[in-house]
């Protein structure tokens, strides 16, 4: 088993659609989640940062933790073109184990 | 968010010529830079971290005397490809460690082509 997986999709949805895309992972030890965006050719930026289990709004983006279900997801709302890019869920432990272990990301495509 | 820099963003060469890559940590003292590489379609892997003033540490695979890293100060890191060859076309992408955060800025890539 992977230590995080996530579904490489592809995934398309229209324009206003809700996205939801999903992080599994095995490791209890992680502790620090993020997501990031990455366009074609481009290095990833990162979109969304949580500590432990819970959510986190940053404007039509919401990141969840569910640190029980070792679960976590990241929730467009409003989607629009310009967020056709591939996500990538990464995290790590911290406390002196910086590296971050990503999931293999899930192309999304907002058709207008 | 924090802004990390790299150079050049394109660089094709020849077969067995060296080639370096700098990364730049703009507004933020990095002591702990990463180097990717990225195929197409497919995740990051990592190659090296390099630790401002001391020796990178290298992932397994990952050749030491063909990807040399170089942290000198706190704000630059630089991987230099040597002796490249066609299977080291990829897309190199760096990444600077915020301690305060626990996460990584990655900066915009570096396409390589060897010829």
Known sequence: QKEVEQDPGPLSVPEGAIVSLN?????SAFQYFMWYRQYSR??????????????????RFTAQVDKSSK?????????????????????????????????????????? | GAVVSQHPSRVICK?????????????????????????PKQSLMLMATSNEGSKATYEQGVEKDKFLINHASLTLSTL????AHPEDSSFY??????????????????RLLVL
Do not use: H
């Open chain 2, 15 to 39: 077969s067995g010529t060296s080639v370096k890559i700098e990364c730049r940590s703009l507004d933020f003292q990095a002591t702990t830079m990463f180097w990717y590489r990225q195929f």
């Open chain 1, 42 to 59: 481009k290095g990833p930026e990162l979109l969304m940062y949580t500590y432990s289990s819970g959510n986190k709004e940053d404007g």
């Open chain 1, 23 to 27: 992080c599994t992972y095995s490791n």
């Open chain 1, 71 to 112: 679960y976590i997801s990241l929730f467009i709302r409003d989607s629009q073109p310009s967020d056709s890019a591939t996500y990538l869920c990464a995290m790590t432990p911290g406390a002196g184990s910086y590296q971050l272990t990503f999931g293999k990301g899930t192309k999304l495509s907002v058709i207008p």
């Open chain 2, 80 to 83: 230099t490809v040597t002796s």
């Open chain 2, 93 to 110: 992408i760096c990444s600077a460690r915020d301690r305060v955060k626990e996460t990584q800025y990655f900066g915009p890539g570096t």
